[in-house]
């Protein structure tokens, strides 16, 4: 990593990649100066890890996502750029791509920059997702975009933004440029000691109330659809959504039951929903939980987690999106997924807040489920190709949709 002009440093959530990178960094530029970026609520854990592996060391600059439009109007001249979670900017139409590009690519006095993307989870919906680090690092030039991304994937195609690629033997290229610029790590490389998680498939039994109701009148048209196409087609996406909270919704007595279950067995649970009206209704059900949706303050989260960590049974209710990374909860002893989405590596990095390093008891992670649903097989479906897609590049994680699945 401190040799080559540009690594994308993809270890399992909570394999150590701030500490790698810092130490990286160290070896590139000691003397600096280096630039960090991460999400806003992972700053004061990049503090703490600076602090440990780069002692007395004052020669940086550290900020949020959200800042880097600044740094790069005043120009950064770091030898040694780290772009955490560098997952959120795969998109290369957004500012923060745009921002991240023209930081990694202006020359800097201080000689050629060394540029250290790193998430646990580089690819999201498709190989397109891998061309934003590969050009922040260098490897292609952004006058060659065009020609990948009519290469890797095939955007005619109604799909889901790369869902649809171009073949197997492009995704065995793509993988062996992967393995000339890719750190890619799990904990089974690293010889962890870890408890192996338990999965746990739960049926759930449609509501009587008219929340149910209203799921088996929607879902009635979905199904006609589902059977037509057999699930080639993506569906509408508003229309889609919509389903998909009433999906949730409808599972709410099952998922009361099961955080119940867990109180009673005196476990610390965490549950999580894909829509915040789902997390909100569990919430209200539990005097005392803890709620973590989407535009909570990075404080209000920490403080949540805190409540956790201290009181006995005191479950968390949370969105994916709200917390689902940068953050260490080895002491939740069941996560709940009230419904999945059709991002795997949601699965992943929301599992990964619990069952990661230092772990020594067993955690158990419960999905609720329709059976014979048109639904819940369509989003399993996406969810298998994408996976496959991830095991062709070598990235398929240990947390996956797979194994919780078929266990």
Same mark, same amino acid.
């Given at each position: 990593m401190s040799r080559a002009r540009g690594t994308l440093l993809a270890y399992e959530a909570g394999g150590g990649k701030t500490a790698a990178m810092i130490l990286a960094a160290q070896l590139a530029a000691p003397d600096g100066p280096w630039w960090f970026t991460t999400r806003r609520d992972a700053l004061d854990n990049w503090r703490k890890e600076l602090a440990i592996w780069a002692p007395g060391f004052t020669n940086f600059t550290l900020c949020h996502h959200e800042a880097a439009g600044n740094y790069m109007r005043a120009g950064v001249a770091a030898r040694f750029i780290g772009i955490d979670e560098s997952d959120e900017a795969r998109n290369v139409e957004t500012d923060l791509f745009q921002i991240l590009y023209s930081i990694c690519t202006v020359p800097s006095p201080h000689g050629p920059k060394r540029v250290v993307p790193a998430t646990a989870t580089p690819v999201h919906n498709g190989p397109v997702d891998l061309l934003?680090?590969?050009?922040?690092?260098?490897?292609?030039?952004? %006058?060659?975009?065009?020609?990948?991304?009519?290469?890797?994937?095939?955007?005619?195609?109604?799909?889901?933004?790369?869902?649809?690629?171009?073949?197997?033997?492009?995704?065995?290229?793509? #993988?062996?440029?992967?393995?000339?610029?890719?750190?890619?790590?799990?904990?089974?490389? *690293?010889?962890?000691?870890?408890?192996?998680?338990?999965? *746990?498939?739960?049926?759930?039994?449609?509501?009587?109330?008219?929340?149910?109701?209203?799921?088996?009148?929607?879902?009635? %048209? *979905?199904? #006609?659809?589902?059977?037509?196409?057999?699930?080639?087609?993506?569906?509408?996406?508003?229309?889609?959504?919509?389903?998909?909270?009433?999906?949730?919704? #409808?599972?709410?007595?099952?998922?009361?039951?099961?955080?119940?279950?867990?109180?009673?067995?005196?476990?610390?649970?965490?549950?999580?929903?894909?829509?915040?009206?789902?997390?909100?209704?569990?919430?209200?059900? *539990?005097?005392?939980?803890?709620?973590?949706?989407?535009?909570?303050?990075?404080?209000?989260?920490?403080?949540?987690?805190?409540?956790? %960590? #201290?009181?006995?049974?005191?479950?968390?209710?949370?969105?994916?999106?709200?917390?689902?990374?940068?953050?260490?909860?080895?002491?939740?002893?069941?996560?709940?997924?009230?419904?999945?989405?059709?991002?795997?590596?949601?699965?992943?990095?929301t599992g990964g807040r619990a069952w990661r390093q230092g772990r020594r008891d067993p955690v158990l992670l419960r999905r609720l489920f329709f059976p014979n649903d048109d639904l819940e097989d369509y989003l399993l479906l996406v969810n298998e190709k994408k996976e496959n897609v991830l095991e062709t590049l070598g990235l398929l994680p240990t947390l996956n949709v797979r194994a919780l699945v078929n266990n």
């Open positions: 934003s680090p590969l050009l922040l690092m260098g490897v292609y030039t952004w %006058d060659q975009y065009q020609e990948l991304l009519f290469y890797y994937t095939d955007p005619s195609l109604d799909g889901f933004n790369g869902l649809d690629v171009r073949g197997s033997s492009n995704l065995h290229e793509l #993988a062996a440029v992967l393995q000339q610029v890719m750190i890619r790590r799990t904990y089974a490389d *690293f010889g962890f000691r870890m408890p192996q998680p338990v999965f *746990f498939n739960q049926p759930a039994d449609r509501a009587a109330g008219i929340q149910g109701q209203g799921y088996r009148l929607a879902a009635q %048209d *979905f199904s #006609a659809w589902y059977r037509r196409t057999q699930g080639r087609t993506a569906p509408p996406l508003a229309k889609f959504v919509t389903l998909r909270r009433l999906l949730e919704l #409808a599972k709410l007595p099952a998922a009361i039951e099961c955080v119940s279950g867990d109180l009673a067995a005196g476990a610390k649970s965490l549950t999580f929903c894909e829509f915040r009206e789902t997390a909100l209704a569990l919430h209200k059900q *539990f005097k005392g939980s803890g709620l973590v949706i989407g535009g909570d303050t990075a404080a209000n989260r920490a403080e949540t987690i805190e409540s956790l %960590d #201290a009181a006995d049974g005191c479950p968390i209710f949370a969105t994916s999106g709200a917390l689902r990374s940068a953050l260490n909860m080895q002491m939740v002893d069941r996560v709940n997924y009230v419904s999945m989405g059709w991002d795997p590596t949601v699965f992943t990095q």
